[in-house]
T-cell receptor
């Protein structure tokens, strides 16, 4: 039972256009979400995060939207650049349970490979 | 800057052998995590440490897998009697805290079991 799903294995967009990467989750206990970016032969690097008390978080060209009722989040990249070409992972954690021993456990989706064409 | 480092970068071993994978976290990070990533999949949680103790080892697949962090810094993931299905990239990450869980990942160790 995969609790975090990224249903699009790949996405191709033209430079300068918007990239939208989607993520769905099933566990309603998740209350903090992160996006990581991964280049080949490197570990994932943190990109942006959002708490479940918000519905939007923006950082430069990157914006994450959270729809709790739909258990859906998306990452928007505007404008897309060739250097954004990478694998993007959505991750979710549960922070709010008191003395939650699972607080360190991130659950990842399988990733979406973004290709931005010049 | 000194990020998370992992050694070796590649490890090829034979079925049934014992392997150790090492992780050096960012200095000052109290939380350390191990993940396993198979081709085409996202990182899969194995275990995480808060200081020297394993706070959650629920992701370890079986008792052939064990991890230690004796001094609260460097960690070693140990795999006994390796099997071909253990072949994957093993990722280590560290974070300053677990609340917001922004993790800094190492480049991983690619383990191949022949």
């Amino acid at each position: 039972d995969q609790q975090v799903k990224q249903n699009s294995p790949s996405l191709s967009v033209q430079e300068g256009r918007i990239s939208i990467l989607n993520c769905d989750y099933t566990n309603s206990m998740f209350d903090y979400f992160l996006w990581y970016k991964k280049y080949p032969a490197e570990g994932p690097t943190f990109l942006i995060s959002i708490s479940s008390i918000k519905d939007k978080n923006e950082d430069g060209r990157f914006t994450v939207f959270l729809n709790k009722s739909a258990k859906h989040l998306s990452l928007h990249i505007v404008p897309s650049q060739p250097g954004d070409s990478a694998v993007y992972f959505c991750a979710a954690i549960t922070n709010s349970i008191p003395f939650n021993t699972n607080a360190g456990k991130s659950t990842f989706g399988d990733g979406t490979t973004l290709t931005v064409k010049p | 800057g000194a990020g998370v480092s992992q050694t070796p970068s590649n490890k090829v071993t034979e079925k049934g052998k014992y392997v150790e994978l090492r992780c050096d976290p960012i200095s000052g990070h109290t939380a350390l995590y191990w993940y396993r990533q198979s081709l085409g999949q996202g990182p899969e949680f194995l275990i995480y440490f808060q200081g020297t103790g394993a706070a959650d080892d629920s992701g370890l697949p079986n008792d052939r897998f064990f991890a230690v962090r004796p001094e609260g810094s460097v960690s070693t993931l140990k795999i006994q009697r390796t099997e071909r299905g253990d072949s994957a990239v093993y990722l280590c990450a560290s974070s300053l805290d677990t609340v917001h869980n922004r993790q800094f990942f190492g480049p991983g160790t690619r383990l191949t079991v022949l």
